[in-house]
């Protein structure tokens, strides 16, 4: 299959900071994310472990048609160092009518023990490029659930601000989570 490699709502596909770039998702990369996503699933808005055949079918069903979509709902890169894939994400839930956007953002599991400040803030740093100067968005958030102390300093290093808590708002793990919203104003 070719897979797209420019989003057509995009005029600058590429953003790079130091040896860390963010490209449209690449076909390549699906396997690593998969994996990543399945590990990480406790906090993520993933309902069971994905399989090589449903993130095939993702990839060529959905991401695909995203590339050529004028106002996609949703906007995803690969997260590399130096060539190598170590995290995806982008920009999802886009409110094109409102002018928001939810970022969306995991790491190489590995890396998150001792890498997750420096990749979350270079991370925002390349997306906040394409949330607010590409596509102008008025505001960029954050939807956590709340499992994650770690990421809200980060956050909030950032220059993000909480906006809300909503309590036991998600049901996982048979129980239910509160989930933390962040965000930023494009100034």
């Known amino acids: 299959m070719k897979f797209p490699n420019q ?30 996503r ?10 069971k472990p994905l399989t090589q055949e449903s993130q095939n079918n993702y990839f060529e069903q959905v991401v695909s048609k995203l590339f050529i979509q004028e106002k996609p709902n ?21 409110n094109w ?38 596509i102008k968005m008025h505001k960029l958030f954050i939807y956590a659930f709340d499992v994650r102390q770690h990421l809200y300093h980060v956050l909030v290093k950032a220059d993000y601000h909480e906006d809300a808590i909503l309590t036991e708002h998600c049901f996982f793990n048979n129980k239910f989570l509160d989930v933390v919203i962040h965000s930023k104003i494009n100034s």
């Open 7 to 36: 989003y057509n709502c995009l005029i600058q596909n590429e953003f790079e900071l130091g040896e860390y770039k963010i490209v449209p998702i690449r076909f390549q990369d699906r396997k690593d994310i998969m994996f990543w």
């Open 38 to 47: 399945n590990k990480q699933m406790y906090h993520l808005r993933q309902s």
């Open 97 to 134: 009518l409102d002018k928001n956007a939810e970022i969306s953002f995991i790491m190489n599991t590995e890396l998150e023990e001792k890498e997750f400040e420096l990749h979350w803030l270079t991370y925002l740093k390349l997306i906040e490029q394409i949330g607010f100067k590409e």
């Open 74 to 94: 949703q906007i995803l890169f690969s997260y590399l160092r130096n060539g190598v894939c170590i995290g995806y994400g982008g920009l999802v839930h886009v």
